[in-house]
């Protein structure tokens, strides 16, 4: 009943794209193809039924409990459903230990909630959805908490020195920054593409009109850390400021937050809400720690796996999904990323890019259709507590999919989109998710 | 608090560089892998280990790292790198070093990419005064600047001789110089320290030398400057230099820091010969090394006079009776306690007893020792050819020259102090260095050392035909050191925070 024609092309693309050695390809063409056919389980095909999340940014005042705490009272108001309904929770956080002295997370959400159910922590979001969506199609539970927290302003003076714990730790001792992958990322695409001169320029500015076009949608959502406009010369300024090729308005912040997630099967939904949001295909896979030791340095081959797996899983076209929420830590990602989901030809986003912002009217047009991304702000705006950060991406699918969005709402032919997709990584590239979800 | 099992494994692996290479597919990896991830588990065992220790990289990509984590905070500004090995089959993360990038200085990244580097043994980042120090070799120079690429190729000795001597030298001083009164002096670079000059001394001297670091049994590490009250720094260079055979991760060597003042390096001179000569040792080679990055307090503080003169810099002279270009004839030591210089172990800097440096001190030793070596030997001053004497200041060695009776062209070669400071432990043997880069064979130097506390030793070298055989092998020599067109010039204040460290 599945059309997989499109992820088995896509799979084709994908190897024959890369320069990968004929050993990669084996590895990259088994990935792709490894993912079970999920038929079989379609009583128990995961459905999200409620959301909730914080405003992102510094909550000085507020210990991480009071986060997840708000953010689960959103999500459990939305469904109905009391804490006692929960079978099971997959929470994410990265820096809980380290930033809050927080070890066993799961212990201290126990007692929080006064559960004993199952509980495991996970690094992101997406992560925790993985797991989740595993354990209701098995049937093992019917309803789930997923969620995320960060606190990452409690370590303000140290957490970019922490952040580099989700790299290799040879680049730490050879005096990396969170930054310079994304720098080195950006100088290599535009190598291997032979991108100068003018060109080079233009795709500085279409990085720069990334971080517009985000800081525009978070205008529109009360939840993101900066509701301000910004313009390209704040970009480039920030970038004159610092003498590089990135400045302050091309990264994500630094940011508290957390995000709650509420997941049960088909079944429950249906009973729940006349909207539920079904997770189609959900998919992540590994790549290399050491970025400067990877096969390929100017795209991430863990989103190209997820998505082909996600694709293959939900059954859709990657041309049906009309809203996707891109992990954009910087805007190099968000471009790099526009390739590696298929929405751009290899070496070709920043064109499509520079060509819809320069009259930006809330979309990118891909393969003759319109693609809504990070209609939250992206990472950029809405910020980035990076274990709750992909909570808020399925929280903005999730409203637009069921035509809440409120003044973020973006249509099709006066239609909520159909089908919608996020994509998440943990380090620089070093795990990659991608989740898809859809509607009725 | 660091914790010294990860530096242990770090250190072991970043300092000299490890890798593998499949015996297999030829496929290589940064670290030491006991598989290749190509052939898999037929590959267990067919791993061979590898370092970039003396290899060449390619800097690949770069980028200006003007806002660091924490711990590299005292670097300022820096170029992050890729750098790779061997045609790109080895891809490592670096930062190029020996670069002050002054704020708002525009960097062309694209100018220094597809350009050949050098790895170098550094400090790896700030730590607190308390902490182990921790070091790398991912720390990277442009081949083409200060700092060449040298290949380290092994010889096979030719010749056996009589007496032992030194087989090889290296001299190693920074890019960086303060110049001051009419005297240049080294200036570390913020990450260097005694440490790191003592590791690239013994580096040109084994280049130099062509000696297997795997028969030097014994290597000696003399400084004032150790930047620990307790632990050996010999240590660590017997490691990043894999001196004596390699068994598991433990050296076969004998490694011994020494300590008195400047003469901590010259004065294990005849205890390196009489060991390679001692029939039973079975050791064909021993290195001495002096090394110091100087210490004196700042202007104008209790010591603060030494600032004047007090350079950076290291020496390692490899000792045995293979293919020697100078060997021993005689030495004579002398020693009193005369406590004209000392550093209690709490204090920072040294003082210095200002009245006793001249007579009683510095000419009264160097007197004896060089007057008893030519009795005993009985020399007068025109049987020699050279004259090399401890040079804490431009002055003192010319003086005692004169009054011993040599003329200025036999110790004028030798004077150095006054392009690269006094080097401490390093000073007396740079100046020897200076000499035997352009001493012809058969001929005669005589180097006296002094160290402060107080004593001196007195040698008589004759050099032979391999000296000048063995010349072309050492690109940097003290010429090519001391008239570097890369040579950087720093103000004071610039050479205070770069001699602080990091």
């Known amino acids: 009943m599945y059309d997989f024609s499109h992820a088995e092309a896509l ?91 927080l070890g066993l997370e799961e212990g201290f959400l126990s007692e929080l909630t006064e559960l004993h159910v199952p509980m495991e922590v996970t690094r992101s979001v997406s992560a925790a959805l993985l797991t989740a969506c595993h354990a209701i199609s098995s049937g093992v539970y019917s309803t789930v908490l997923v969620g995320g927290i960060e606190k990452m302003t409690d370590r303000w003076d140290k957490i970019r020195d922490d952040l580099m714990l989700l790299e290799d730790p040879w680049s730490y001792y050879a005096g990396g920054t969170p930054e310079v992958n994304h720098e080195l990322m950006l100088r290599a695409y535009a190598k291997k593409y032979g991108i100068k001169g003018e060109d080079l320029s233009k795709l500085n500015l279409a990085l720069a009109e990334v971080a517009v076009k985000n800081h525009a949608h978070a205008l529109k959502n009360e939840y993101a850390q900066f509701q301000r406009r910004i313009t390209v010369e704040h970009v480039l300024s920030a970038r004159a400021q610092s003498q590089k090729p990135l400045g302050l308005y091309d990264f994500a912040p630094i940011s508290d937050g957390a995000s709650a997630v509420i997941l049960t099967n088909e079944n429950i939904a249906k009973k729940l809400t006349s909207k539920p949001v079904y997770v189609l295909g959900c998919a992540s896979a590994t790549d290399f720690l050491n970025f400067p030791g990877r096969a390929d340095l100017t795209h991430f081959v863990a989103t190209r796996i997820a998505i082909a797996n996600a694709l293959k899983m939900a059954g859709i076209n990657l041309w049906d999904i009309q809203v996707a929420e891109l992990y954009d830590q910087s805007t190099v990602m968000e471009m790099v990323t526009m390739e590696d989901l298929g929405f751009c030809e290899e070496g070709t986003a920043w064109q499509c890019i520079r060509g819809k912002c320069e009259s930006y009217d809330g979309f990118y047009e891909v393969n003759g259709k319109k693609l809504f991304v990070n209609t939250n702000g992206g990472l950029k705006a809405d910020g980035n507590p990076l274990g709750a950060t992909g909570g808020a991406q399925v929280f903005e699918v999730f409203r637009q999919l069921r035509d809440e969005a409120g003044e973020r709402q973006v249509k099709t032919a006066g239609e909520a989109p159909k089908y919608g997709c996020t994509q998440e990584f943990e380090g620089f590239g070093t795990k990659g998710y991608v989740t898809i979800l859809g509607r009725d | 608090v660091s914790s010294e099992p990860i530096e242990r494994r770090v250190s072991y692996l970043g300092d000299r560089l490890k890798a593998s290479r499949c015996r297999i597919c030829g496929k290589e990896y940064f670290e030491i892998r006991d598989y290749c991830g190509n052939c898999g588990r037929k590959s267990y065992g067919k791993m061979q280990s590898i370092d970039l220790f003396y290899d060449k990289g390619k800097l690949e990509l770069c980028t200006l790292v003007n806002e660091p984590t924490n711990k590299f905070m005292k670097l300022q500004s820096f170029i992050y790198a890729i750098v790779s090995f061997h045609d790109g089959k080895i891809r490592v993360p670096g930062r190029l070093t020996d670069q002050i990038l002054k704020k708002g200085e525009e ?42 690429h040298q290949e380290y190729t092994i010889m096979q000795p030719r010749k056996e001789y009589e007496n032992a001597g030194i087989v090889g030298y290296g001299v190693y001083t920074s890019r960086f110089r303060i110049k001051e009164n009419g005297m240049e002096r080294a200036v570390p670079f913020i990450d260097e320290d005694a440490v790191t000059a003592a590791v ?60 008195f003042a400047c003469k901590a390096a010259s004065s294990m001179f005849k205890d390196a010969a009489a060991l390679v000569n001692y029939p039973k040792s079975g050791m064909k080679y021993a290195m001495v090394i002096g090394a110091d990055n100087s210490q004196a307090a700042p202007r104008g503080c209790p010591g603060g006079e030494l600032d004047l003169f007090v350079g950076y810099g290291g020496s390692a002279y490899i000792f045995g009776k293979h293919d020697v270009i100078a060997e021993i004839e005689g030495w004579y030591s002398c020693t009193s306690d005369t406590p004209d210089f000392w550093r209690r172990d709490s204090e920072r800097y040294p003082l210095h007893g200002g009245r006793f440096t001249g007579d009683p001190a510095y000419f009264k030793h160097v007197r004896k020792a060089t007057t008893k070596l030519m009795e005993k030997l009985d020399l007068k001053p025109s049987d020699v050819n050279y004259f090399v004497a401890h040079q804490p200041n431009p002055q003192f060695p010319v003086k005692i020259a004169k009054e011993l009776g040599f003329k200025p062209d036999q110790y004028e070669v030798s004077l ?87």
């Open chain 2, 107 to 148: 960097v062309d990244l694209s100018e220094l990419e597809g350009r050949e580097v050098v790895p170098r043994f550094r400090r790896r980042h700030s730590v607190s005064e308390s902490d182990v120090i921790p070091t790398i070799s991912l720390a990277f120079t442009l081949a083409d600047e200060y700092y060449p």
């Open chain 2, 416 to 502: 150095q102090v006054n392009k690269f400071g006094n080097t401490y432990s390093g000073c007396s043997p740079v100046g020897l260095a200076a000499v035997l880069d352009m001493a012809k064979p058969e001929e005669r130097i005589l180097i006296t050392s002094y160290g402060s506390g107080a004593g001196s030793d007195s040698y008589l070298l004759r050099t032979t035909d391999q000296l000048v055989s063995k010349r072309q092998r050492q690109k940097v020599n003290i010429k090519y050191q001391a008239e570097n067109p890369f040579i950087e010039y720093v103000d004071y204040s610039t050479y205070r925070r770069l001699k602080l460290g990091m």
């Open chain 1, 11 to 101: 799979a084709e693309r994908i190897c024959n794209s890369c320069n990968f050695s004929k050993h990669l390809k084996a590895v990259l063409k088994k990935c792709i193809c490894y993912q079970k056919e999920v038929t079989t389980l379609m009583q128990n095909r995961p459905a999200i039924v409620a959301v909730g999340r914080t405003k992102f940014g510094e909550h000085y005042g507020k210990e991480p409990e009071k986060l997840i705490e708000e953010a689960w009272l959103a999500a459990s108001r939305e469904s109905g459903l009391e804490r006692k309904a929960l079978e099971a929770c997959y929470i994410s956080d990265c820096f809980l230990p380290i930033t809050n002295k």
């Open chain 2, 200 to 259: 690239e001394a013994g580096k040109l001297a084994l280049i130099h030398s062509g000696v297997d670091n795997a028969l030097v049994g014994k290597v000696y590490v003399g400084t004032e400057s150790n930047p620990y009250a307790v632990k050996p720094i010999a240590s660590k260079v017997a490691q990043v230099l894999k001196l004596g055979e390699e068994d598991d991760d433990v050296q076969a060597v004998d490694a011994i820091d020494t300590e």
